[in-house]
């Protein structure tokens, strides 16, 4: 029997004459002419077959067309059906008001705890303010806020808070980034110096005081020492002289920065290191690292501590209070000072118009802060 194939043969199975069928020569010849011709189509053809192309089957008329009013179902108005709509309503009432009941459960005890010592007592301070008295109810218009805005007390108060507001809190915050940056950079003995720093924290106030009237009282142990190195006679009382808001401010420092040095660490050791290597790599050095890249990370952390510390530097009048009473020198006489005097002396009217117009100053203040912290935030994400 002959196996062997003629030419006609392989010209009928259209298969190249001397090729092995299923080798490489063959395959590309095959995929070659069976590869499909690519036509372009206008437009105007496109658009006429989506037009005209066959609609699917088995499906119901209303998936192939637009709905209508007319298309949605109308059902029978039963007794049966109307009981079914008052239950699902029934029941979605009922899941409202659950909800509503756990929501409220939860928030009214912060919300009476706010109202009954934030919300009504603020409202009685302003009540007040227009009064003669708390026992005289005679309105008197806006006679106690002109008292208070024309009382030279109350100007000085304001004036000497105000400074040492603006000179403690930076002081506070840059202070404490610094130290910061420098411990988290490695620092030999870091830990004795962080410890240092975080005792104050743990100290009482009443403590406190005692240690700076040992340090900063006539007979001190700074006038001591002076007083041995310069062979000076001349003491200085520090706290009622020039040098008394001084004083005061290395308090409030020594006092606040470990807790604000704190809050920096944690920021500073959340900053990814796989952008502070990428940014070291291209040639950016310490300080194009800090203002390009750890500023924007450390902006929330900053705005934070800026407000505790505001916060803080109008709570010093506890230290100023214990150092000097209730008449401190003049640049020491804070705003508390004018409260706890007004107090004193029963002039109630003129301490609630009094810290009414510190409470509004307080919210223009913190104000600002957020306004020009989201102004930074936005600037630095476009």
């Given at each position: 029997m002959d196996n062997r194939i003629n030419e006609e043969q392989f010209s009928s199975k259209g298969e190249v004459t001397g090729v092995r069928p299923g080798s490489e020569v063959a395959g590309a010849s095959q995929n070659k002419a069976?590869?499909?011709?690519?036509?372009?189509?206008?437009?105007e053809e496109a658009d006429l077959k989506l037009i005209n192309r066959p609609k699917a089957k088995n499906v119901t008329p209303l998936a192939s067309q637009k709905l209508t009013p007319k298309d949605i179902p109308e059902f029978e108005d039963t007794p049966e059906r109307r009981?079914?709509?008052?239950?699902?309503?029934?029941?979605?009432?009922?899941?409202?008001?659950?909800?509503?009941?756990?929501?409220?459960?939860y928030l009214t005890p912060s919300f009476v705890g706010v109202a009954v010592f934030f919300i009504l007592p603020l409202g009685m301070l302003l009540f007040t303010s227009f009064q003669t008295s708390p026992t005289n109810h005679t309105f008197v218009g806006l006679r106690n806020y002109e008292r208070v805005l024309t009382n030279e007390a109350f100007l000085d108060a304001s004036w000497n808070t105000l400074t040492f507001a603006l000179i403690s809190v930076p002081l506070a915050v840059v202070l404490a980034l610094l130290i910061a940056m420098l411990l988290n950079s490695g620092l030999p003995g870091k830990s004795l110096f962080r410890s240092f720093l975080l005792n104050p924290m743990m100290v009482p106030v009443a403590s406190v005081v005692l240690i700076w009237q040992v340090f900063f009282s006539y007979n001190g142990v700074i006038n001591g020492i002076a007083e041995k190195i310069f062979d000076s006679p001349e003491k200085i009382d520090w706290l009622k002289?020039?040098?008394?808001?001084?004083?005061?401010?290395?308090?409030?420092?020594?006092?606040?920065?470990?807790?604000?040095?704190?809050?920096?660490?944690?920021?500073?050791?959340?900053?990814p290191?796989?952008?502070?290597?990428?940014?070291?790599?291209?040639?950016?050095?310490?300080?194009?690292?800090?203002?390009?890249?750890?500023?924007h990370y450390l902006s929330p952390t900053i705005f934070f501590v800026g407000i505790m510390s505001l916060i803080n530097s109008f709570k010093i009048f506890r230290e100023v209070y214990l150092l000097t009473g209730d008449y401190p020198f003049d640049n020491l006489y804070m705003?508390?000072?004018?409260?706890?005097?007004?107090?004193?002396?029963?002039?109630?009217?003129?301490?609630?118009?009094?810290?009414?117009?510190?409470?509004?100053?307080?919210?223009?203040?913190?104000?600002?802060?957020?306004?020009?912290?989201?102004?930074?935030?936005k600037d630095v994400e476009e």
């Open positions: 069976n590869k499909p011709v690519v036509r372009t189509v206008s437009k009981e079914t709509l008052a239950l699902r309503k029934k029941r979605h009432l009922n899941r409202k008001l659950r909800e509503f009941g756990i929501f409220s459960g002289s020039s040098y008394a808001q001084v004083v005061i401010m290395l308090l409030f420092l020594w006092k606040n920065l470990g807790y604000n040095m704190v809050l920096f660490l944690a920021a500073l050791n959340s900053i290191h796989e952008i502070l290597e990428s940014a070291e790599m291209d040639g950016a050095g310490p300080v194009k690292r800090f203002f390009a890249i750890k500023l705003l508390q000072h004018f409260m706890n005097n007004a107090f004193t002396h029963l002039d109630y009217s003129k301490l609630s118009a009094g810290a009414i117009v510190m409470c509004i100053v307080m919210v223009i203040i913190v104000g600002g802060l957020f306004f020009a912290e989201s102004k930074f935030d």
